[in-house]
């Protein structure tokens, strides 16, 4: 089974940025679409940006187009996802998980918090 660990999240002021990290325990991660997903204090976790195994396409969604970029090095067994001009309503926690989510697969994630 696959383990994933989440790395990067902290404290950023708005308009800045952060990149977090997955890394994969296993090889078998370059097959795999891949997501990242969020989930702020008393909301559900949603889905914030997916790639299929090869990285040639990406989806996001609409409250994070144009500001995060997801990608990934699959020789690292690695999934990125970059986040500028951060929002406060970005603050939540940050996983990465196969796309779709595999319940097994969810890590404890990154805590990314953004003041205003």
């Known amino acids: 089974q696959v383990r994933l660990v989440e790395s990067g999240g902290g404290l950023v002021q708005a308009g800045g940025s952060l990149r977090l990290s997955c890394a994969a325990s296993e090889r078998t991660f370059s097959s795999y679409a891949m997501g990242w997903f969020r989930q702020a204090p008393g909301k559900e976790r949603e889905f914030v940006a997916g790639?299929?195994?090869?990285?040639?396409?990406?989806a996001y969604a609409d409250s994070v187009k144009g500001r995060f970029a997801i990608s990934r090095d699959n020789a690292k067994n690695t999934v990125y996802l970059q986040m500028n001009s951060l929002k406060p309503e970005d603050t939540a926690i940050y996983y990465c998980?196969?796309?779709?989510?595999?319940?097994?697969?969810w890590g404890q994630g990154t805590q990314v918090t953004v003041s205003s």
């Open positions: 790639i299929t195994w090869s990285g040639g396409s990406t």
């Open positions: 998980n196969r796309n779709p989510p595999t319940a097994d697969y």
